[in-house]
C-alpha cells in the first residue's frame, strides 16, 4: 500500500454505532498529526475529528462533538475513529489523513500529505 487504508464503513440506522479504522501504509506516523475527514455528495471535504500522532490532544468538529471519539493504537498505528448515535447528515465518505503536525491539529484537508482512499459511512431509516 502507497497510502493509508480505512475500513469499517457500511449502512447503519440512525442511533447506532460504527468504527472505522485507518491502517497505515508507512511503519510509522511520528510527528504527524491524524484526522478523519468526510465528504457528502455535492459537498465540500469537511474536517471531522483529529489528534496528534499519539493520540493525544484531540479535537472534533462541533458537529460530532459528544459523539465521536478519535484515538490511537499506538503499537500498530491505527488510527480510529468510534461514531456513536449516528445520524443521517453523518452520510458521507469518511477519509483518514495524516500530516505534519505544527503545535495543533490542523482543519483544512491543505494540512495533510498522506490520504486513504476512503470508506462509506450510510446512515438511514
Known amino acids: 500500500q502507497v497510502q493509508p487504508v480505512e475500513s469499517g464503513g457500511g449502512f447503519v440506522r440512525p442511533g447506532d454505532s460504527l468504527r472505522l479504522s485507518c491502517a497505515p501504509s508507512?511503519?510509522?506516523?511520528?510527528?504527524?498529526?491524524m484526522a478523519w475527514f468526510r465528504q457528502a455528495p455535492g459537498k465540500e471535504r469537511e474536517f471531522v475529528a483529529g489528534c496528534k500522532w499519539n493520540g493525544d490532544e484531540s479535537y472534533y468538529a462541533d458537529s460530532v462533538q459528544g459523539r465521536f471519539t478519535i484515538s490511537m493504537h499506538s503499537a500498530t498505528s491505527t488510527l480510529y475513529l468510534q461514531m456513536d448515535s449516528l445520524k443521517p447528515e453523518d452520510t458521507a465518505i469518511y477519509y483518514c489523513?495524516?500530516?505534519?503536525?505544527?503545535?495543533?491539529?490542523?482543519?483544512?484537508?491543505?494540512?495533510?500529505?498522506?490520504w486513504g482512499q476512503g470508506t462509506q459511512v450510510t446512515v438511514s431509516s
Open positions: 489523513a495524516a500530516g505534519f503536525w505544527a503545535q495543533r491539529v490542523g482543519t483544512r484537508p491543505t494540512d495533510y500529505t498522506y
Open positions: 508507512i511503519r510509522t506516523f511520528g510527528g504527524y498529526g
